[in-house]
């Protein structure tokens, strides 16, 4: 019996920390260099890949704005409803191996994100190696 409790324990243990650590949701967007809260960005899943598109402006005079120096299908695109983040894959407690789009610079940049905590995403975007880029903490929208 003290076998079955214990097991019972530990895979609902498991599963609540499974769940708790889910990358997934709604997350505002914190501006590394000013501090300015930017946007609301949806994290989700397609096809076993993490993206990440803009569901809301913050900034009022920007909620128009659109993605002029983006390279490709994206240019030109509003903001708002743009995926800037494509293709993360599960690699342990972080998710790599795709990119970010700075909507700003029109830049695509090599990205990870892992959580902090349960409300708290370090997001980073590199060029080449990861010391060579820029970490935003974005923080869940509840």
């Given at each position: 019996m003290?076998?079955?409790?214990?097991?019972m324990?530990l895979?609902?243990?498991?599963?609540?920390?499974?769940v708790?650590?889910?990358?997934?949701?709604k997350?505002?967007t914190?501006?590394?260099?000013?501090?300015?809260e930017?946007?609301i960005?949806?994290?989700?899943k397609?096809?076993?890949?993490?993206?990440?598109?803009?569901?809301?402006?913050?900034?009022p005079?920007?909620k128009?704005?659109?993605?002029?120096?983006?390279?490709?299908?994206?240019?030109d695109?509003p903001?708002l409803?743009?995926?800037?983040?494509k293709?993360l894959?599960?690699d342990?407690?972080e998710y790599?191996?795709?990119?970010?789009l700075?909507?700003?610079?029109?830049?695509?940049?090599?990205?990870?994100?892992?959580?902090?905590?349960?409300d708290k995403?370090k997001?980073?975007?590199?060029?080449g190696?990861?010391?060579?880029?820029?970490?935003?903490?974005?923080?869940?929208?509840?």
């Amino acid at each position: 019996m003290k076998k079955l409790f214990l097991t019972m324990t530990l895979v609902a243990t498991t599963i609540l920390t499974a769940v708790a650590q889910d990358v997934t949701g709604k997350w505002k967007t914190i501006d590394d260099e000013t501090g300015e809260e930017k946007s609301i960005v949806e994290i989700y899943k397609d096809n076993g890949k993490v993206y990440g598109k803009v569901v809301e402006i913050l900034n009022p005079a920007k909620k128009d704005a659109t993605c002029v120096d983006c390279p490709g299908a994206d240019k030109d695109k509003p903001i708002l409803g743009l995926v800037i983040i494509k293709g993360l894959e599960k690699d342990g407690d972080e998710y790599n191996d795709g990119k970010i789009l700075d909507p700003n610079s029109g830049k695509v940049y090599k990205c990870y994100i892992e959580l902090e905590s349960q409300d708290k995403l370090k997001v980073r975007g590199y060029i080449g190696f990861s010391l060579l880029g820029r970490t935003q903490y974005w923080h869940r929208v509840k």
